[in-house]
């Protein structure tokens, strides 16, 4: 049985301390009106799922919940309230340090996806979120795993970046190189897979998922990308020589679950076979939506002074290798943006 911790944390349903912790998370709230809004949102959602035969609260429950109100013929004002209450307790309860040791019960792998998204302004609170949210949610998980006197778990996998290499086209990454970015995603990443040396120090497989950029209509880059190409406002950055190591979507979740199905530990770089630069990466995605790049390239110093050191995230230069992976006996869904980009905008 796995545990996937994405954004949304997770609490056994026999929890005794339930009402407790709810309620410390309740009592922060600044004002009468809000405490009472957020206190009745949580008590019909829990309401609602102490009646199931539910083992932990994940985003697929809360979606559940959510359908559940729609149908129940709730007005959209009161599913969004809701939506939003439940949102700020897994933040507060994340920040709280907060998860109840029997949501381990049973669970042999643990596969931790959390993190606070990476492309929103880097502002000194963002970017706090964006390293603690990942640190912490580690340090959440690592301190009931290591605490299992049952010695259950037996593999833990934990999402990473390859934002952790230094932005070098000359250069291709494997898993062993150690040529590390030290700009803020740099440092981010590197404290991010650091926080798991305790948990690799026991007997238990640690697998350090170092993933490239996610190709997917549901977030992320190639949504908005996307949408400017077949709108005849998209163009490239510079020469648009950079190198983008991307994956489809469902080549992410294939592989994960095949290094989990395969016993496997250490580090791999997911990633398809075929990295493209951003100038060809753009012209693809014009080809599909048989439209042309009419808009003139954009300086590299324009992107600089308006974006600041958020700016990495367009001009970032890296082919990563996912040499490792396919050794291993992977085979890719989608190997050539090509077929990638044909499966998703068309």
Known sequence: MYIIESNMAIIAKNSPDLQKMVMSVVNQRQNQNSRQTYYTALTQFFNWYSAGDNQGITAEIIREYLLYLENSGKS??????????????FKDLRRLGVIDENCIDDVDIVINLAGSPIAQLWTTKTKKSILDSRVNSVNLLKKIIL?????????FACASAIGIYSSNMNVEFYEKSKSFSKSFLGETVRKWEDSCLSIEKSNIK??????????????????????????????????????????????????????????????????????????????EIAKIYKTKVVIPRIPKKIIKFFMGEMSELILINQRVSSKRLTSEGFEFKYVELKSALENLLK
């Not at 959209?76 to 307790?89: D, G, Y």
């Not at 605490?147 to 593999?155: A, S």
Request: aromatic residues 10%.
């Open 76 to 89: 959209k004002a009161t599913i969004c309230t809701t939506l939003s209450v439940l949102r700020q307790l």
């Open 206 to 283: 640690v697998l350090k998922l170092r993933i490239g950029l996610v190709l997917s209509m549901d977030g992320g880059l190639l949504k908005p990308i996307s949408f400017l190409i077949k709108n005849f406002l998209g163009t490239w950055v510079g020469d648009g020589k950079n190198y983008y190591s991307w994956i489809h979507i469902d080549d992410i979740a294939r592989s994960i679950i095949f290094l989990i199905d395969n016993n496997k530990e250490g580090i791999f770089n997911l990633v398809a076979p075929n990295p493209v630069n951003y100038k060809n990466f753009i012209l």
């Open 147 to 155: 605490n299992d006197n049952k010695g259950k778990i037996k593999q």
